[in-house]
């Protein structure tokens, strides 16, 4: 049985096959990083940001990729430049200014650390 997420990986790929889609591109992004994919996350992210340099999402999703590495210096510039940018859904996902265990409790009861922003 094909699961919907392998089926929409299948259908972003071959769009990518003709163009560097910014949807396309985060979208896949966002399914990498569900899987705990976070190389393969991280590379459909910045492909993002070079199709969009204003890539509200693919700036969170770079910003999310890295904490979820602790990498908390990493995080907080791209998460300035998404406040830069889109104030409203850096602060949705304000955990990511924040540093281990205050930052996952903080993700909880937000209820946003499983939440993907989803590129249209």
Do not use: C
């Not at 966002?30 to 994919?37: D, F, G, I, P, T």
Request: charged share 30%.
């Amino acid at each position: 049985m094909i699961r919907l997420g392998d089926r929409a990986r299948e259908q972003f790929q071959r769009i990518l096959k003709s163009a560097e889609y910014y949807p396309a591109l985060v979208n896949l992004g966002n399914l990498a990083l569900m899987e705990k994919k976070y190389p393969e996350a991280v590379g459909y992210f910045e492909r993002g940001l070079k199709a969009n340099e204003r890539g509200a999402e693919a700036l969170l999703g770079l910003a999310r990729v890295n904490h979820e590495q602790e990498n908390y210096g990493t995080v907080r510039g791209y998460y300035e430049r998404l406040t830069q940018i889109d104030r409203a859904l850096a602060d949705r996902y304000s955990y990511l200014a924040l540093r281990g265990e205050e930052s996952t409790r903080a993700a909880e009861r937000g209820g946003v650390k499983e939440a993907q922003a989803w590129a249209e």
